[in-house]
């Protein structure tokens, strides 16, 4: 015998620890593919809250271009009709004071 008194050989031993080692492999292997995982899953999640935010971004940014652009147009839609009513006031002024002055 080996002096143990536990009735255990050498093999056993040997065979026991390396059992343990591989476990603890396995586990370290384990949490590394996890934390892995993780940071992609995590990069993954960003670029698409990033995307998003983008998009409604350019959205707003839209909107706020349309109105913008819609206001401009009302405008100068508004300046026109007024100078076109004013014209035709002013024909239409003059017609009358002609007619009075002949």
């Known amino acids: 015998m080996n002096g143990r ?3 255990r050989t050498d093999g056993q ?3 026991q620890t ?3 080692t591989d476990r603890q492999t396995d586990r370290q292997t384990d949490r590394q593919t996890d934390r892995q995982t993780d940071r992609q899953t995590d990069r993954q999640t960003d670029r698409q809250t990033d995307r998003q935010a983008g998009r409604q971004a350019g959205r ?3 909107r706020q271009t349309g109105r ?3 206001r401009q147009a009302n405008r100068q ?3 026109q009709t007024d100078r076109q009513t004013d014209r035709q006031t002013d024909r239409q ?3 009358q004071t002609d ?3 002949d």
């Open 13 to 15: 031993t040997d065979r």
């Open 93 to 95: 002024t003059d017609r």
């Open 60 to 62: 707003l940014t839209d």
């Open 99 to 101: 007619r009075l002055t």
């Open 68 to 70: 913008q652009a819609g």
């Open 5 to 7: 008194t536990d009735g």
């Open 77 to 79: 839609t508004d300046r």
């Open 18 to 20: 390396h059992t343990q």
